[in-house]
């Protein structure tokens, strides 16, 4: 068979609410049930992994079938990408010019081979609503991979005829009764994870863009990516708390908002005030319990530091109700409906991404080059601004930099200069701490000497002067 399209809006629950779900009322009364048994293969050093790639032989009853994927992971919760199946007799890949494997690999084709498998048991329901008709599936099983073992609940909306917006009012109604929230990795990359060492947290990724892009295609993918560094956290956080984990959701919902402000222009203002508004919401809502995570290891004093661990224990499960509630998993649902149907963008979007890109950053640029003059003489309001200017162009750097490739010398430029911008961030983010301590002891009905590590700020104003006037003497890498 050849390449076949496939959208589909993959969501996660607990096993309790899968057990829920599977006796919903509202489920349609016929089922299809089924074992799966998937053979994953890959290069000892994951190539096709690494390119976005999945091969495997998936065993339903005595049929066999060989699938290879693009697996769609620039995208949050919706997923679509490309498809090659092809039936198979054995558990042996077969790898011939139906697929592009043999063309991605070359002669390292020889050196594919199993490297973990997925067990689940399979129920599928046919749904029609809003004109649509759409496959639901329910998954339960689990991911093995050397030596190790995730368990996999999931469910899986794939549209097979009419409107993608049909998938997330079917998600939605769901969620009513039934707790659930986006889903991000496909069971190719959970079984990739589980090959190695398990992290604390998760960094962004790096946004995949070329030049030829649109402005609209350029923020639906930021966009999407945002979404997928916070969710891979927030997973983390509601498997267990990490203060890593914390600050990656934080960085997460940062970098979104950043987008949102980069996008203004073509946003429809109605709908990033929403978004912008519940992720300040969020934003805070995880502030608290990370202000007293890194204040803590500062604090020398044993009662001081007694009551502030108090407080965090307090915050850290406060957190988790949060992250929990009915109206995070609906933000998230809306933030994926509205990034991956492409809503809320203006006509003028589609012009080319590279100008606007351009236009966007020398403002940001500009800003913090005028904002920043005298910025040891500035009081710590003013320098707070300059800071978070700092990091909306940090964030638009990243963000655009596939957008300005290509040559050696500009990709060195790029490094220098987010290297100068992340310097003086650094400065600015210590100052920043020195400033709002006090507040925060207070807050706790405790003194302001208790924290240790003081800084002269003196030096620290000098030292941040400097890394102000390195970064405006930078070169631009995006001209």
Known sequence: MGLQPEVELKLDLSLEAAEMFARWPSLPAESQTAALHA????????????????????QSGRRRVQTVKADGRDGAGLFARDEWETPVRGDAPVLDDRTPVAALLGAAVAEVDRLFTVDVQRRTWTVTRDGATIEL?????????????QA?????????????????????????????????????????RLTEALPA?????KVALDPSMSVRQTFLRIAASCLRHYRLNEALLLDHYTPEALHQARVAIRRL???????KPVLRAADASRFQGELRWLAAVLGEARDLDVLIPRVVDDSARARLEAAQATAHQRVLQWLESARV??????LVEWTALGAGLKMKADR???????????????????????????????RHAVRKDAKKLRYGAEFFAGLFGGKR???????????????????????????????????????????????????????????????????????
């Open 329 to 334: 998993r609906t933000l998230l649902i809306d």
């Open 39 to 58: 053979i994953y293969f890959d290069t000892p050093d994951h190539q096709l992994g690494k390119r976005g790639m999945s091969l495997r032989i998936r």
């Open 152 to 192: 996999i609940c999931e469910i899986e909306l794939e549209l097979k005829a009419g409107d993608p917006a049909a998938l997330f009012a079917l998600a939605r109604r769901i969620d009513a009764d039934i707790a659930l929230r986006p889903g991000v990795l496909s069971k190719a990359e959970r079984g990739y």
């Open 352 to 382: 080319s991404a590279v100008p606007f890109a351009v236009t966007r950053l020398r403002k940001l640029r500009k800003r913090i080059a005028m904002g920043g003059k005298h910025l040891a003489q500035l009081n710590d309001e003013a």
């Open 409 to 479: 010398k500009r990709i060195r430029r790029k490094k220098a200069f987010l290297g100068k911008l992340e310097a003086m961030q650094d400065m600015l983010g210590t100052l920043n701490d020195l400033a709002t301590t006090p507040a925060i002891l207070v807050r706790y009905g405790l003194p302001v000497d208790v924290a240790a590590g003081k800084v002269e700020k003196g030096d620290l104003l000098t030292a941040a002067a400097q890394a102000h006037e390195a970064l405006v003497d930078a070169r631009r890498f995006w001209t």
């Open 257 to 263: 908002r950043s987008a949102l402000k980069l996008f």
């Open 137 to 149: 599936v329910l998954d339960r099983g689990a991911v093995l991979a050397a030596g190790r073992e």
């Open 201 to 205: 947290a998760i960094k962004a990724e």
